[in-house]
């Protein structure tokens, strides 16, 4: 029942619960990015050890968000959340204790289910308990708190790598997850959607994820093992996959009765615009996550950064996102999003285009900086036009499909990337331990990515159009009024997928 007001004392540990189980998901991945080159020394990883540490966490993540969010809204959205929390927890301690990369990896795999059960539950469970006038101010103090969180992660995690050890990073989220089902069992509500009724859409589940972990796997082998058969194997298992879901999907839309709903209506792909949208989502997601993942180690593994130094260096970016993403939000609702989300693109590109010179013996204020604050200023104008284009391009009666589809693009773009590219440029085998190999390869790689991002840019200004802001009803207005996501888009709260 939405009655809860966030001037009571329950509102603020609704607040606190979803805040914390949320913010240890997403930073996560942002520290672990930190702690790959101590990693990779203590547990004797290869360059593919690396990729896979990041990838098998966001493999099984984006391939079950979308069934995390039906779950919550069938069996009740506190309950798959604390189970979540729970899950993400004791697969954090199996990392922390992982004796080789193989059982982190698949340590890191767990991970992603419990974030797949987690991660939509928390807007949905402010916009399920909240009282209708006080839930823009509860998701804007969300976004908020998270985005204070995604400053403070970074920091801390260099910290810990630095001075407790890389398996702190993973074995500190046990307490913080002890806080979270403390709180939420006391003082969350249980919600649920007395709409949601038929059955799972558990074909189309696991083939999105099977289609990703192949595709996954053929990329990041292909360069060491060759046409070997598992890669082979592995490649055709994921295309093939990838037209059953497809299929899948189409079937299910058309049919009715005793069938379950499609993961993936597919009718939402009929409007032009949506489409459009998530193409340019994919290609901008896919190069940001090839930065994220090889701008630490670079830093590290080249410049000679400290893990704490390396881990505050894109400090600027998220304080830029802080301060200016809401402006960037309502600009595009008066003017329209092309233009905020074309010029953020090219600025953006620009940043990255930049950061590739980081190299040996760079100084932080004259080398890295510069690019830093060129690429935050980019996605500041970028990623709330995008979200809130994503919405307005969809039927409100399917508003929180299209933000969970969405999300789940931006976080496989950003898999595939990073399986795809760090080969292409030379990245493979050893590559960490030489800085001078590395340099090149990041370099390569920087542009690359920045080619991507302009590549979004034109897909942008031919594709989307002025007035898809101007003409949606308020009430689609973005809920990321103070912060917006940089590792994927926020999922919209009226349903989190």
């Known amino acids: 029942m939405a009655d809860v007001r966030l001037s009571q004392g329950r509102g603020r540990w609704i607040l606190l619960a979803t805040v914390l189980g949320s913010g240890v998901a997403s930073l996560d991945a942002t520290v672990v990015n930190v702690a790959l080159p101590k990693l990779a020394g ?3 990883a290869s360059m593919a050890g690396l990729q896979w540490t990041v990838n098998a966490y966001t493999l099984t993540l984006a391939g079950l968000i979308l ?3 039906s779950l919550g809204d ?4 506190r309950r798959v959340f604390v189970i979540g929390v729970v899950w993400f927890a004791v697969a954090s ?3 922390g204790a992982a004796p080789n990369v193989g059982t982190l990896i698949a340590a890191r795999a ?7 059960l987690l991660t939509p539950g928390s807007l949905a469970i402010i916009q399920a308990s909240f009282d209708k006038d006080d839930r823009p101010r509860a998701v804007g103090a969300w976004s908020g708190l998270s985005g204070v969180a995604g400053a403070v992660g970074p920091f801390a995690g260099g910290w810990l790598v630095e001075v407790a050890g890389w398996r702190w990073v993973f074995l500190l989220n046990a307490p913080l997850a002890v806080i979270v089902v403390l709180v939420a069992l006391r003082h969350v509500p249980e919600t649920h959607d007395p709409e949601a009724t038929g059955r799972f859409d558990v074909a189309g589940a696991v083939l999105a994820a099977l289609t990703l972990a192949g595709t996954t796997y053929a990329l990041t082998e292909a360069p060491g093992k060759g046409a070997s058969g598992a890669v082979v194997v592995a490649g055709v298992v994921g ?3 990838a037209v059953g879901f497809v299929l899948v999907e189409r079937w299910l839309g058309r049919g009715g009765g005793r069938r379950p709903q499609p993961m993936l209506p597919l009718t939402l792909f009929a409007d032009r615009e949506f489409s459009a949208v998530n193409a340019v989502t994919f290609v901008v997601y896919g190069g940001m996550g090839v930065m994220f993942f090889l701008f630490v180690l670079n830093l590290q593994v080249v410049s000679g950064f400290s893990p704490i130094a390396a881990g505050t260096a894109l400090l600027p970016v998220t304080v830029l996102m802080l301060l200016l993403s809401s402006r960037a939000g309502a600009l595009a609702q008066r003017i329209g999003p092309r233009v905020p989300m074309t010029v953020g693109l090219v600025l953006a590109a620009g940043g990255m285009a930049l ?5 040996a013996h760079a100084s932080y204020v004259r080398d890295v900086l510069p690019g830093v604050v060129v690429f935050g200023l980019g996605l500041s104008a970028m990623v709330a036009p995008l979200t ?3 919405l307005a391009s969809a039927d409100v009666r399917h508003a929180g499909i299209a933000s969970g589809v969405n999300n789940a693009v931006a976080r496989a773009a950003g898999l595939l990337a990073v399986a795809a590219i760090p080969p292409l440029v030379g990245l493979t085998g050893d590559a960490y331990r030489d800085p001078g190999k590395f340099s090149h390869g990041f370099r390569e790689a920087m542009l690359v990515c920045s080619g991507m991002l302009l590549a979004g840019a034109v897909l942008t200004l031919f594709t989307v159009k002025d007035d898809s802001l101007r003409t949606a009803p308020p009430e689609r207005e973005p809920e990321c009024h103070t912060h917006c996501a940089v590792g994927a888009p926020p999922l919209e709260a009226d349903r989190a997928a």
Request: some cysteine; overall charge positive; proline content about 0%.
């Open 388 to 390: 809130a284009t994503v």
């Open 239 to 241: 295309a093939g996959c």
């Open 110 to 116: 767990l991970q992603g289910v419990g974030g797949a």
């Open 93 to 95: 301690v199996l990392c």
């Open 355 to 359: 950061v590739s010179r980081v190299g």
């Open 67 to 69: 069934l995390g969010g």
């Open 42 to 44: 203590d547990l004797s």
């Open 74 to 77: 069938r069996f009740g959205r």
